[in-house]
């Protein structure tokens, strides 16, 4: 059947970002419609079936709907399936995230979780898809992927890549991630599924979902000879992320702005108002053509006076993800919210919900994290347990859509002290910077409110406890470098990369190409963000990436 007269479904169980597939989808030239009830199953000549999020949050989903039979039927009618991420896990027996939830065993193999002992944890990031099969003579009914390419992987949980048992008639390509080997993506005969997100994967992941929409992509009935897990090669690249900080002008206009130190206003010689740097979603898809990694909108306006449904930074998703293709992370009143008309409140995990349907796939969490840290450690001195309790955002919304979704934005600054004995139990450094009284000594003081008030919490007390809470990813911003163009703090980043053992955001005072080199070999950071200098064109995002590569950094060029 010709792909412009095929009905083409997506199995939506009620998770995160799929906006984003659907709009892909539609960039392709096709329409897609919703499976809503066991029988579209009977209706549908393909399914595309992505999962975000938890393991055992979707098998039941899926049990609660009664789409569990109407899958598998579908399956073993011979029609194609294509899963993405927790759409490939549930096709094995099962996953150690939920150890209680069988998958639907379609495939041999469970799900382990990273270890997080020799790296950091969720992997998140633009790595290879290794093609597995050894000297294979594919048809051209291949899905379209390329050993050279890169795609965008967003997990804590994998199945292990072992070239034993039955893989050698399912694994289509594998990945390394540190010391671990695992599958990628899985081809067996109408099924095709993948743990990256073509989605969110530029032009080589369209690449991809344009070949299963195409073609029936039907693996040839024959035992295939695959890699050792030895010879899966390290292929991850550190990321360059775009970050847009928006708000409203005083003429009320949603602009982007960037401040120096937190003050986003020009000077009164120059009239006082909110510095304009562009409007936000040209300005993303510029950044996305110029090759960014990852765009991040930060709202620092709190539109307040409106039911939360009619924020602007909701629509901004809407018309950022129909046509960019890389991951979106929102960040700024992400809490509890209650509209102005006080009838309807929305808890936490709704707002991300919302925030995840409109287009983003992550969600940044700024004060609300620090009240949280804060009221962690009180727990723990008041001898609290259990220390968590699952009432915080970050807890309920890692629980629903995964720890990969929840990152916590940091606005630390520094106190010097003449020592240890004079931080007030707070950690201290040394360093090679000393204070204006020649203090050789500072603790990170972490921020609220855009910085305006300073607590009694320090920067690893906040990422520890966050990490504990189930945080998957630290935006970590410094107050007294940003604006500066005079480089990263490296003993900040340093210290909390040293802390926790999820990936670290590198944020604050990039001024030049090299400044992402030096942070990247001083602190093995995950990720390089800048803002003004990517704004203005002072540096262009294509020249960071040039220098990383001369350096030998693995980048995605």
């Given at each position: 059947?010709?792909?412009?007269?095929?009905?083409?479904?997506?199995?939506?169980?009620?998770?995160?970002?799929?906006?984003?597939?659907?709009?892909?989808?539609?960039?392709?030239?096709y329409?897609?419609k919703?499976?809503?009830?066991?029988?579209?199953?009977?209706?549908?000549d393909?399914?595309?079936?992505?999962?975000?999020?938890?393991?055992?949050?979707?098998?039941?989903?899926?049990?609660?709907?009664?789409?569990?039979?109407?899958?598998?039927?579908?399956?073993a009618?011979?029609?194609p399936?294509?899963?993405?991420?927790?759409?490939?896990?549930?096709?094995?027996?099962?996953?150690?995230?939920?150890?209680?939830?069988?998958?639907?065993?379609?495939?041999?193999g469970?799900?382990?979780?990273?270890?997080?002992?020799?790296?950091?944890?969720?992997?998140?990031?633009?790595?290879?898809?290794?093609?597995?099969?050894?000297?294979?003579?594919?048809?051209?009914?291949?899905?379209?992927l390329?050993?050279?390419?890169?795609?965008?992987?967003?997990?804590?949980?994998?199945?292990?890549?072992?070239?034993?048992?039955?893989?050698?008639?399912?694994?289509?390509?594998?990945?390394?991630?540190?010391?671990?080997?695992?599958?990628?993506?899985?081809?067996?005969?109408?099924?095709?599924?993948?743990?990256?997100?073509?989605?969110?994967?530029?032009?080589?992941?369209?690449?991809?979902?344009?070949?299963?929409?195409?073609?029936?992509?039907?693996?040839?009935?024959?035992?295939?000879?695959?890699?050792?897990?030895?010879?899966?090669?390290?292929?991850?690249?550190?990321?360059?992320?775009?970050?847009?900080?928006?708000?409203?002008?005083?003429?009320g206009?949603?602009?982007?702005?960037?401040?120096?130190?937190?003050?986003?206003?020009?000077?009164?010689?120059?009239?006082?108002?909110?510095?304009?740097?562009?409007?936000?979603?040209?300005?993303?898809?510029?950044?996305?053509?110029?090759?960014?990694?990852?765009?991040?909108?930060?709202?620092?306006?709190?539109?307040?006076?409106?039911?939360?449904?009619?924020?602007?930074?909701?629509?901004?998703?809407?018309?950022?993800?129909?046509?960019?293709?890389?991951?979106?992370?929102?960040?700024?009143?992400?809490?509890?919210?209650?509209?102005?008309d006080?009838?309807?409140?929305?808890?936490?995990?709704?707002?991300?919900?919302?925030?995840?349907?409109?287009?983003?796939?992550?969600?940044?969490?700024?004060?609300?994290?620090?009240?949280?840290?804060?009221?962690?450690?009180?727990?723990?001195?008041?001898?609290?347990?259990?220390?968590?309790?699952?009432?915080?955002?970050?807890?309920?919304?890692?629980?629903?859509?995964?720890?990969?979704?929840?990152?916590?934005?940091?606005?630390?600054?520094?106190?010097?002290?003449?020592?240890?004995?004079?931080?007030?139990?707070?950690?201290?450094?040394?360093?090679?910077?000393?204070g204006?009284n020649?203090?050789?000594?500072?603790?990170?003081?972490?921020?609220?409110?855009?910085?305006?008030?300073?607590?009694n919490?320090?920067?690893?007390?906040?990422?520890?406890?966050?990490?504990?809470?189930?945080?998957?990813?630290?935006?970590?911003?410094?107050?007294?470098?940003?604006?500066?163009?005079?480089?990263?703090?490296?003993?900040?980043?340093?210290?909390?990369?040293?802390?926790?053992?999820?990936?670290?955001?590198?944020?604050?005072?990039?001024?030049?190409?090299?400044?992402?080199?030096?942070?990247?070999?001083?602190?093995?950071?995950?990720?390089v963000?800048?803002?003004?200098?990517?704004?203005?064109?002072?540096?262009?995002?294509?020249?960071?990436k040039?220098?990383?590569?001369?350096?030998?950094?693995?980048?995605?060029?």
């Amino acid at each position: 059947m010709p792909s412009s007269q095929q009905k083409l479904y997506l199995l939506d169980y009620g998770a995160g970002n799929v906006r984003s597939l659907l709009n892909a989808v539609e960039h392709l030239g096709y329409s897609i419609k919703h499976i809503d009830t066991a029988s579209d199953f009977d209706q549908a000549d393909k399914i595309i079936f992505p999962g975000v999020g938890a393991f055992g949050y979707a098998m039941q989903a899926l049990r609660e709907k009664g789409f569990i039979e109407p899958l598998k039927n579908f399956i073993a009618s011979g029609r194609p399936l294509m899963g993405i991420c927790v759409g490939m896990q549930v096709l094995f027996d099962g996953s150690d995230e939920s150890p209680t939830e069988p998958g639907l065993g379609i495939f041999e193999g469970q799900a382990r979780l990273f270890d997080s002992t020799t790296k950091t944890v969720p992997h998140i990031g633009w790595n290879a898809a290794q093609n597995a099969l050894v000297d294979q003579q594919l048809t051209s009914r291949a899905p379209d992927l390329s050993n050279d390419r890169r795609y965008y992987f967003v997990h804590s949980y994998a199945v292990p890549y072992t070239s034993k048992g039955r893989q050698s008639e399912f694994v289509y390509t594998a990945t390394r991630y540190g010391d671990e080997a695992i599958v990628s993506s899985i081809w067996q005969n109408n099924v095709f599924a993948t743990q990256f997100h073509p989605e969110k994967s530029g032009a080589a992941g369209l690449a991809a979902l344009k070949s299963f929409i195409e073609q029936d992509l039907v693996r040839p009935q024959t035992q295939s000879k695959i890699i050792t897990s030895e010879d899966v090669r390290q292929e991850l690249t550190k990321r360059v992320i775009a970050c847009l900080d928006v708000r409203a002008n005083d003429q009320g206009d949603l602009v982007v702005t960037k401040g120096d130190q937190y003050d986003v206003r020009e000077s009164a010689e120059q009239g006082g108002d909110v510095r304009n740097l562009g409007k936000p979603v040209e300005l993303a898809k510029r950044y996305f053509d110029e090759g960014a990694d990852e765009i991040a909108f930060l709202n620092i306006t709190s539109f307040r006076n409106m039911p939360f449904k009619d924020t602007p930074m909701l629509e901004v998703l809407r018309q950022a993800s129909r046509s960019i293709f890389v991951p979106l992370t929102i960040g700024g009143g992400v809490r509890d919210i209650a509209d102005p008309d006080g009838e309807h409140k929305w808890p936490a995990v709704q707002v991300a919900g919302e925030y995840f349907r409109s287009g983003a796939d992550k969600v940044s969490i700024g004060s609300d994290a620090v009240y949280a840290a804060e009221r962690y450690w009180q727990r723990k001195v008041d001898g609290i347990k259990p220390l968590l309790d699952g009432t915080t955002a970050i807890e309920q919304i890692a629980e629903r859509y995964g720890n990969q979704a929840v990152v916590i934005s940091v606005d630390p600054r520094r106190v010097y002290v003449d020592g240890n004995d004079k931080a007030n139990g707070h950690n201290v450094i040394e360093t090679a910077f000393p204070g204006p009284n020649g203090e050789k000594y500072c603790w990170y003081q972490c921020t609220v409110k855009g910085g305006r008030e300073g607590r009694n919490l320090d920067v690893i007390q906040l990422v520890t406890a966050c990490q504990a809470m189930g945080a998957g990813e630290v935006l970590l911003n410094c107050m007294d470098k940003d604006g500066t163009n005079s480089g990263y703090d490296i003993e900040l980043i340093s210290s909390v990369k040293a802390a926790v053992n999820i990936p670290v955001i590198a944020s604050s005072g990039a001024g030049k190409v090299e400044h992402f080199s030096e942070v990247i070999e001083k602190t093995n950071v995950d990720a390089v963000l800048a803002a003004g200098i990517f704004h203005r064109r002072e540096v262009p995002i294509s020249a960071v990436k040039d220098h990383m590569s001369q350096q030998d950094i693995p980048t995605r060029l």
